[in-house]
Nanobody
Framework: QLQACGGGLVQAGGSLRLSCATS????????MGWFRQTPGKEREFVSA????????KYADSVKGRFTISGDNSKNTVYLQMNSLKPEDTAVYYC????????????????WGQGTQVTVSS
């Protein structure tokens, strides 16, 4: 129900935009966002957006560099990633769950397949 794309290889300082298209979900009833994971580590929160309130939140590590947005007409959420760093290298997963305040990896109802982001130094 969640289809993510947009990953790739980019040099440090570059930009990528991830997209996550949804199907079969009442889009506006869910908070949506992104997590990322590197080998041997737990999946970590990156960003989330609440359609109902228009709120957004970010992990401290990406604040000021990443921007989450969405298009209700396309049922798609985006993650614009600028000023990328090698430490941003990870598999990125889009996610959806009813609770914006409880947007944690253990509360997610729907996961998209991961998309690899690799930032070279």
């Amino acid at each position: 129900q969640l289809q993510a794309c947009g990953g790739g290889l980019v040099q440090a300082g570059g930009s990528l935009r991830l997209s996550c298209a949804t199907s079969g979900l009442a889009f506006s009833n869910y908070a949506m966002g992104w997590f990322r994971q590197t080998p041997g580590k737990e999946r970590e929160f990156v960003s989330a957006i609440s359609w109902q309130r228009g709120n957004t939140k970010y992990a401290d590590s990406v604040k000021g560099r990443f921007t989450i947005s969405g298009d209700n007409s396309k049922n798609t959420v985006y993650l614009q990633m600028n000023s990328l760093k090698p430490e941003d290298t990870a598999v990125y997963y889009c996610a959806a769950t009813p609770s914006y305040s409880g947007f944690t990896s253990t509360s997610i109802l729907y996961w998209g397949q991961g998309t690899q982001v690799t930032v070279s130094s």
